[in-house]
């Protein structure tokens, strides 16, 4: 078990980890005193990143350059999660960089549209963001929705901007 912070071009990130895989990540703190909190929070101590974990770090970098790693490979512990979030969190995971999909089709895929709320609860509790991208479930209409993680919808903005050039890529060639 341990926890790291780690570079990226929108700021100091957080990883931990025990035997399972993954247990958290976390977006940039607005102040370098709520990472240190962070890192201490789960009981893990700040060590250097196993190599299976220096790849998930790599992976993610990547995506926040505006590559596109599908971060499928991850291994997450998933313990303490209930078989819904489980499901959520797996469809939000199939989203591809520069991609979003919102709350009620999240909801519909589950096999029933009344979930929408569901899927927005998990996502706002969302332990692993980025390899669980909560950042690219929106609200109906293409609305932003919610973000509880630090910088609230301007991350959000910022990290779905990183993936459409990407996707801006890959798409038309006039784009």
């Known amino acids: 078990m341990g926890a790291a912070a ?3 071009p929108i700021g100091l990130c957080g990883i931990a980890w025990g035997p399972d895989g993954l247990t958290r990540t976390a977006l940039p703190a607005e102040e370098p005193a709520r990472m ?8 893990e101590e700040s060590a250097d990143p196993p190599p299976v ?7 993610i970098r990547a995506l926040l350059e505006g590559a596109a790693p599908s971060l499928q490979d991850i291994a997450l512990d998933l313990t303490g999660l209930d078989e819904l979030d489980r499901r959520i969190y797996a469809l939000a995971r199939a989203i591809l960089p520069g991609a979003t999909r919102s ?6 895929d589950l096999g029933d ?5 569901a899927v927005g609860q998990a996502m706002a509790k969302n332990r692993f963001p980025i390899i669980v991208p909560c950042h690219r479930v ?8 919610g ?3 630090p910088g609230g919808i301007a991350t959000k903005r910022r990290m779905l901007a990183i993936e459409s050039v990407h996707a801006r890529r890959e798409g038309d060639l006039f784009a």
């Open 53 to 59: 974990v220096r790849a998930a770090i790599a992976q």
């Open 36 to 43: 240190e909190a962070w890192l201490r929070r789960g009981g």
């Open 113 to 117: 549209p009344m979930l929408a709320r």
């Open 103 to 108: 709350y009620g089709e999240i909801a519909a």
């Open 138 to 145: 929106l609200a109906a209409g293409g609305r932003s929705g």
């Open 6 to 8: 780690f570079e990226t």
């Open 147 to 149: 973000f509880s993680a």
